[in-house]
């Protein structure tokens, strides 16, 4: 059932892998270079930035994203992917090939959780 507190409200959990740390690093620093500025903009709620420091599908960056509601979550995404500045960051040279394998899970949050 939804949250009581926050009916309706989803989050996104992604993990993007990496080939290398190399790669990896050159991901974190295009999120640190404008995609999580954008990210705020589009109203795609980011919430957290973490990487795996053990465990399996090393190397990584995992995030977690927040809206009010599923299609809420949708329209953010569009306006996102519709960015133009998005459009120009995604080619740039610095940023090819830096994910190698993208995860997400959709999470509605629990009556005891914080968020």
């Keep these: 059932s939804p949250h009581r507190g926050m ?33 705020r903009q589009t109203g795609l709620g980011p919430v957290f930035f973490g990487r795996t420091l053990i465990g399996k599908d090393c ?20 306006a996102f992917i519709a960015s133009a500045k998005w459009d120009a960051m995604k080619d740039l040279p610095q940023y090819k090939n830096t994910v190698s394998n993208i995860t997400s899970w959709t999470l509605e949050p629990t009556d005891f959780s914080k968020m």
């Excluded at 990496?18 to 620093?29: F, L, M």
């Excluded at 190397?59 to 569009?78: F, G, M, R, V």
């Design 7 to 39: 009916p309706g409200r989803v989050c996104e959990l992604r993990m993007y892998e990496s080939p290398t740390e190399d790669d990896a690093n050159r991901k974190v620093q295009m999120f640190d270079e404008g995609e999580t500025e954008l990210m």
């Design 59 to 78: 190397p990584n960056l995992i995030y977690l994203l927040s809206a009010e509601s599923a299609a809420a979550h949708k329209q953010h995404w569009d």
